[in-house]
């Protein structure tokens, strides 16, 4: 299969291009991985269809949102049955959304500035609001963790993933340990030659 011309470009911290660039990889599709350094921000930006990142560059034509980016990404990767059910696809992008929903406040915490209310924003978080959110997410993926690996099972796994490092301390690393529905979907997805590929090109440190 011949594939479109792809160039990824990023902030250095990947962020929602990370799901994009995971699904590239894992499906084996050739792209350029592109980061734009904070002071060519400015320079760089108004190249950018809505003036953010990320941007998809597809045969010379930047294309920019990341959830059709992804979407887009899991075709060409056949991690996305775009000629099934709609109701399949709507199942895959539920998830997905659903991760985002997980992630957004979380990831807001790093804008805190004063690290004191920054640490005590994501204890709260990790003793009531995260723990009913990973329940949520565990029960909706009961009878859905089959061999077949979608987009959906690619948000699940970046969403341990980001658990696992340093960057939201001091949630616990452990905290989807206990949702066995969650961390099945995650080894599944771990096991995948081209994981093994994105972490060595991208995230050897995890």
Known sequence: MEFPSLKLIHFRVTGRA???????TV?????????VQDQDWHSFQPSCPFH????????????AESAPMARFAASLARLYPVDSDPLATYRIDELVAFVQDILEPVVMTT??????????SRKQM???????MLDLLDARLEGKTGLQVTL????????VVLFHT???????????????????VYA????????ATWKRLYHADI
């Open 152 to 159: 959906a099972d690619l948000a699940v796994f970046l969403l």
């Open 52 to 63: 953010q990142l990320p941007v998809l560059v597809v045969d010379g034509t930047p294309m």
């Open 188 to 195: 599944k997805v771990a096991a995948l030659p081209g994981v």
């Open 18 to 24: 990370e799901l994009t660039r995971l699904a590239l």
């Open 126 to 132: 990790a003793a009531t609001w995260l723990p009913g």
């Open 166 to 184: 340093d960057w939201l301390d001091p949630i616990p690393k452990t905290i989807c340990s206990n949702h066995a529905n969650i961390m099945h």
């Open 27 to 35: 499906g084996g599709i050739p792209f350029e991985s592109q980061v």
């Open 111 to 120: 804008k805190e500035q004063d690290p004191t209310k920054r640490v005590e």
